[in-house]
């Protein structure tokens, strides 16, 4: 196995790393700022005010990507597991 196939591995998993966490991010970030600016319309300094609406987006947002989250993760190995002949050789 060569330094590059190791790099090329490496940077493949950062990148579905990222597309599968992106969603969830995502919903967590557009969800906090909503809160946050109602809080500040609202002048409530709450901290845990943000929490439920989050946890719920990120649930909401799991169910939605989660098929494809699930099916991009399958690809992803099934590619990584047939290619190991050509790795090692």
Known sequence: MTPETVVTIGRQAIEMTLLLSAPLLLSALVIGLV???FQAATQINEMTLSFIPKLLGIFL??????????NTMVDYTRRL???IPWMIG
């Open 81 to 83: 597991i047939g290619n």
């Open 35 to 37: 809160v946050s600016i």
């Open 61 to 70: 947002a799991l169910i939605l990507a989660g098929p494809w989250m699930v």
